[in-house]
């Protein structure tokens, strides 16, 4: 699951304004909240993260995903199928 972290905060940095908000970085941190993403950015994380691990997301899934551990288990649940 480490991987798939790394590879998480790596896309996420692509999309974060400020590049502060990785210095108290928890995996726990809200992603439009604490990371300062919008939700346009939110739309272009997932179709990297999709195109990276090569997995559907349904806007079902998005919704209920609001933090990078969520991000992260979400990949690892789908790439165990």
Do not use: G
């Not at 400020?18 to 739309?43: C, G, P, Y």
């Amino acid at each position: 699951m480490e991987i798939i972290e790394k590879k998480v905060i790596e896309i996420l940095k692509k999309y974060t304004p400020n590049n502060s908000v990785w210095e108290h970085f928890m995996l726990q941190n809200n992603l439009t909240r604490d990371l300062k993403i919008n939700s346009a950015r939110i739309v272009d994380i997932i179709l990297d993260i999709e195109e990276e691990y090569k997995i559907e997301i349904s806007n079902t899934e998005i919704e209920k995903v609001t933090n990078v551990q969520e991000v992260v288990k979400l990949i690892s649940t789908k790439t165990a199928q």
